[in-house]
Structures are given as C-alpha cells and as structure tokens.
C-alpha cells in the first residue's frame, strides 16, 4: 500500500504563486512514477503533470511553461510549483503514485488539495 498526503492548496490571486506537495508514506520500492491531476466543478478529472522515478517529467499542455513538477527523493515528496496562475486553474488537484505490477499496474490517489485563483 501507498499513502499520500497533499498540502499547499488555498486561495491565490491570478498572476501569483503555489506549491502544491505530495508527500508518500509505504511500499514505495516499485513505484513508476508520481504526479497530480486536477477536477474542476462539473469537470472531468483531468491529467496536470508527472515525473517519473529518473526525473523525465511530462506537462499538461494547459500549464506547460508556468507550472513546475519537481521530486525529492530523500523525502519521498513531489511538489508542484504553480506560477502564473489563472482562474481556469481553480480546481481540486489529486496527487496520484503509479505501481507496477505483478499482478497489474496500481494506481494511488491522494485526498485532493483545493487551489482557487481569483481574478
């Protein structure tokens, strides 16, 4: 089992600044790779960004070039540094950790953290 546990979120005017943080807590030998996702209201889940256990990350392309993914190994922690933030990045961002298998490949979800931009 993988626990993970977000902070960071809050309010934030448009144009300004957040790290999000995910930090993980268990069975970490086999996990693939970590990063958040975003819900708005009445949206879909929707993918933001993820790093994997060598560093490669991969952007949304919604955020690309003012959010920054980042892993702390040492620490087992991810943060998502948001800058530049708009009010279309209002959402509840999930944390999630990927395991690999046998016997398939787990998926693990954080309890979410609220960003909210006001403009």
């Known amino acids: 089992q993988v626990q993970l546990v977000e902070s960071g979120g809050g309010l934030v005017q448009a144009g300004g600044s957040l790290r999000l943080s995910c930090a993980a807590s268990?069975?970490?030998?086999?996990?693939?790779?970590m990063g958040w996702y975003r819900q708005a209201p009445g949206k879909e889940r929707e993918f933001v960004a993820l790093i994997t256990r060598d560093d490669t990350s991969n952007y949304a392309d919604s955020i690309k070039g003012r959010f920054i993914l980042s892993r702390d190994g040492a620490r087992n922690t991810v943060y998502l540094q948001m800058n530049s933030v708009k009010p279309e990045d209002t959402a509840v961002y999930y944390c999630y950790a990927r395991e690999s298998g046998p016997p398939a490949i787990k998926t693990y979800w954080g309890q979410g953290t609220q960003v909210t931009v006001s403009s």
């Open positions: 268990g069975r970490l030998l086999n996990i693939i790779d």
